[in-house]
């Protein structure tokens, strides 16, 4: 501001104050009382002079403080939504490791069930292969033992032997049926001897005839069946 058009200085100075006054903005009226105290130190009024002075301070503070007010203000709102974030983050978080968790609890029971259906499987498995195993050892004794009755039957001569025979084994006494209808009891009850290979002379002493009788009725069954002599008679009978 130039000393030379003071009035006219003042004039707009005044404006200014007037302005900044009724808009109430600390910024302009600070601005305005430190244009207005300018100009009463240059005419040399120095009570108007401080008096402008203090009112620039004044609202000087007014807008430093006004500015520490929205510094603390804008910190504390960065500080709360920074803290609802880290909150909803924390949540978000939680909802996440639950769901890890009760996904993992889930697959740890899943797997257990599977380990457990395998294991009761095998156990099934195991089981059946033991009493298939039982039902056979039991077959086959059961087997033996009738195998080594009929036997017993054939060294007694027991007259229920063939019979027995028949039933026990079935399928060979059938097809010797088949293959010569012809054959008389005593000729089935020879190839039954046969069949368990026992030799002539054994076959003598069980049915209480000399062994020259049991030469000649092989050899009227050899000639009945058509096997010829160079094939052993018991074990033809075996392979029916």
């Known amino acids: 501001m130039r000393k030379k058009d003071p009035e006219t200085?003042?004039?707009?100075?005044?404006?200014?104050?007037?302005?900044?006054?009724?808009?109430?903005?600390?910024?302009?009226?600070?601005?305005?009382?430190?244009?207005?105290?300018q100009y009463y130190f240059l005419i040399d009024d120095e009570l108007q002079y401080l008096r402008y002075k203090a009112k620039g301070k004044e609202f000087n503070d007014l807008l430093n403080n006004k500015k520490e007010l929205g510094v603390g203000l804008t910190v504390d709102t960065l500080i709360r939504l920074n803290d609802d974030k880290i909150k909803t983050i924390s949540k978000r978080n939680n909802y996440l490791l639950i769901s890890y968790l009760f996904g993992f609890v889930v697959l740890v029971f899943y797997f257990y069930w599977l380990n457990e259906r395998k294991?009761?499987?095998?156990?099934?498995?195991?089981?059946?292969v033991r009493l298939m195993q039982l039902e056979s050892n039991e077959l086959k004794k059961k087997v033996d033992n009738t195998y080594d009755e009929v036997i017993a039957m054939a060294k007694a001569n027991d007259s229920a032997f063939l019979a027995r025979f028949q039933e026990v084994f079935k399928p060979i006494f059938s097809k010797l049926e088949k293959l010569t209808p012809s054959l008389t009891t005593e000729e089935l009850k020879l190839c039954a001897m046969l069949y368990f290979n026992f030799s002539t002379k054994d076959i003598a002493n069980f049915t209480f005839v000399q062994t020259k009788t049991?030469?000649?009725?092989?050899?009227?069954?050899?000639?009945?069946?058509?096997?010829?002599?160079?094939?052993?008679?018991s074990e033809w009978v075996r392979n029916l």
């Open 9 to 37: 200085a003042f004039d707009y100075i005044k404006e200014q104050v007037q302005l900044a006054e009724q808009i109430g903005r600390y910024v302009f009226l600070v601005d305005a009382y430190a244009s207005m105290a």
């Open 119 to 128: 294991k009761h499987e095998m156990f099934i498995v195991e089981e059946d």
């Open 214 to 233: 049991i030469q000649m009725k092989k050899y009227r069954l050899r000639k009945k069946l058509n096997i010829d002599s160079s094939v052993d008679l």
